[in-house]
């Protein structure tokens, strides 16, 4: 130990990141996992068979291949990426946030969004030094496009992310919205559709159609969250510069070949989907008929629901084996608020089970509401 150094962390690093709070991912060993809009089924035994066979044949004493051409064209044919797009591949979508931060990350710079939103959206922008500016969703999560005119005239966002579906909200935000906002946005407007699988529409077509719009999209949601691999879609001319960021290797070998493997099977997880979504409205409709809960309605693979006593309601879930997210302390708009992903059907019934259970011991017998 050098003592005479003087160097500490609290010495050498920047203040904002001493002030971070570091992202906590709970331990959820032995418990019904729905925290993470993970995808819940695993894959049919011959797809997982084969899969083993190509990644057996991987040559990992290589370095992987740098741009990935094979599994950009996979991704290219199984999403409809919309011709004269380019696609920048990322270790995850969280990767490509910090990759457009890093990049737009000039002095006084400014990186925007909605809130309630996607809490990596605020921290990568102070990882990055950037300035972070946001406006309210309305209480019942819709976007309030003037409200988003007005950050954009006050701040000039470098760059303002969007996620739609929005995450920990559920709900989408109309095509109209985001067009309006796109047509008057100084900077880089990036569409967020990591839980694209889940919802109705696809803003794909937008980053071909706007010059400042790229959309990013994530396959974590549709079962290959332990892969990490995220894309950008845009126009040639911005991803040109962004690859320039891009860590050479960043894409490792055995995602790149599982992903190519499983995309050629689009289909297998398409359907997984399906049944998540299909699963949605029941579980919704069961979570608004316990007494005291109020439901918000959801495009995406998870359901946020409020609760009379957020904390209460979460602890006793943990102790019945089911771990949700309480959000409720994210956000004001977020109070007594709850997020539970879609899970298996047994899964989905355990969570009910136990939500009942809880939520009639929390509020005690014979009190009101
Ligand atoms: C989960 C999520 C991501 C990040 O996904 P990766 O696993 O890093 O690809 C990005 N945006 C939103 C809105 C998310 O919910």
């Not at 950050?151 to 470098?158: D, F, G, I, T």
């Not at 771990?323 to 355990?350: F, I, Q, W, Y």
Request: glycine residues 8%.
């Amino acid at each position: 130990m050098a003592a005479e150094s003087g160097a500490s962390p609290q010495t050498l690093l920047r203040p904002e990141v001493l002030a971070l709070a570091a992202y906590h991912v709970p331990d959820a060993s032995g418990l019904v996992k729905l925290d993470a809009m993970e995808n819940p089924w695993a894959l049919p035994p011959e797809l997982a068979a084969d899969l083993g066979r190509q990644l057996a044949g991987v040559a990992i004493n290589r370095y992987p291949t740098a741009d990935a051409p094979v599994l950009k064209a996979a991704i290219r044919k199984a999403l409809g990426v919309p011709e004269g797009c380019s696609i920048l591949l990322g270790n995850g979508s969280d990767e490509i946030i910090q990759l457009l931060a890093l990049a737009v990350a000039r002095p006084g710079a400014v990186l925007a969004s909605v809130e309630p939103t996607f809490v990596m959206f605020r921290m990568i922008a102070t990882f990055a030094g950037l300035r972070y500016a946001s406006c309210d969703l309305q209480p019942d999560f819709s976007i309030d496009v003037d409200a988003v005119l007005t950050l954009l005239e006050r701040e000039r966002p470098a760059i303002l992310f969007l996620a739609t579906p929005n995450n920990p909200t559920g709900n989408a935000h109309p095509r109209e919205a985001i067009e309006r906002i796109a047509a008057a946005a100084p900077g880089l407007v990036v569409v967020d559709e990591a839980y694209y699988a889940f919802g109705d529409g696809s803003y794909l077509d937008l980053a071909a159609r706007y010059p400042n719009v790229l959309v990013m999209r994530t396959f974590s949601k549709l079962g290959m969250a332990g892969l990490r691999l995220g894309f950008l879609v845009g126009a040639r001319a911005w991803l040109d510069e962004l690859e320039k960021l891009r860590l050479p290797y960043n894409i490792n070998a055995l995602t790149q070949a599982a992903a190519t493997r499983l995309l050629a099977d689009y289909a297998v997880l398409a359907d997984q989907a399906r049944r998540i979504r299909e699963a949605r409205a029941p579980l919704a409709t069961a979570i608004a008929a316990l007494p005291g809960t109020e439901v918000f309605g959801s495009e995406a693979n998870f359901i946020l629901f409020r609760v009379p006593d957020a904390q209460r309601t979460f602890d006793g879930l943990l102790e019945r084996g089911v771990l949700v997210k309480n959000v409720s302390r994210a956000h004001a708009l977020l109070a007594g608020c709850l997020r539970v992903t879609v899970g298996t059907p047994g899964e989905n019934d355990r969570f009910l089970d136990a939500l009942a259970r809880t939520l009639a011991a929390v509020q005690g017998p014979g009190l009101p509401g």
